[in-house]
């Protein structure tokens, strides 16, 4: 029994030195640095605005000095950490909060990637609590899926009027991000989760008697409760949804503009200029002239 028992002790004690290893020799990414290859860099007063393409079939595993949002624009991701693996196609938004260990491995021939890295000094001076985000996870709200792109747009056509229009919506995303995770901390209804899968599953029409018989909740209830849950109106959400959609078919040029637009969900073409421009106040045209 003795020697059972120190037999053990030693195999822990070897899985312990192990981690301990691991966690000293694991890598620390400054600030500004990624894997990659960098196309593009920005400094904002303490946020660093970068785009790389992933060249790296598979990167360490790695801490970041900061926190920052990553964008996967082109190709295809796979974002792991402690906790799950999540494979990430274009479009897909994730923060990663400075004390999150992670690794990416590329599942396509090429991946190229967005990042909005912060000091956490800046937290300090735009008066905003870096403490409400925590670990990694993927972001499904809509409107922070178009500010990033608007903050992109901003960045890749850089002129005299740039550095505030990025400011003020540096702010309007962390705030959003934040009010976000707040609503996130709330227990929700287990119904939310699968009306999501729903609508970002389907880019057709869908009535809420279909939902309500999908989801087993009556027609009342999900009307009176889907504007709290997601922070706006079924149609708005669907709409925003399908335009997220079409922000990434817009990177690729083999795409026409017929083609995003049927791929993203929309009836005919001129449905689908009419909404884009009302979020982002140009046609899909000109946004995807601006981005070459």
Known sequence: MYIDFLLKTIYYLNVTIQISKSLIYMKVLTKGIYYGEKKLELDNKGVIISEYDYTLPETDWHFHENPYFMYVIQGNVLDINKKQKTLCPPGSFLLHNWNDAHQNTKE????????????????????????????????????????????????????????????????????????????????????????????????????????????????????????????TTLGDYMRQQKIKKALSYLMNPNHSLTDVAYLSGFSDQSHFIRTFKSYFNKTPKVFRSELS
Request: charged share 25%.
């Open 108 to 231: 396509s021939s090429f991946a190229r990637g967005f990042h909005i890295e912060f000091e956490r000094s800046w937290f300090d001076n735009k008066k905003l609590n870096i403490n409400l985000w925590e670990g990694s996870r993927l972001i499904e709200n809509q409107k922070m899926h178009h500010l990033l792109w608007k903050l992109y747009l901003e960045f890749r056509n850089q002129d005299a009027y740039s550095k505030v229009s990025i400011d003020l919506l540096l702010l309007e995303l962390c705030e959003t991000t934040q009010s976000d995770e707040t609503l996130e901390s709330k227990k929700q209804p287990s119904w939310i989760t699968p009306l999501k899968e729903l609508l970002h599953e389907h880019t057709e029409s869908l009535s809420l008697e279909y939902l309500s018989e999908q989801l087993g909740v009556h027609p009342v209830h999900l009307s009176r409760s889907i504007p709290k849950y997601l922070s």
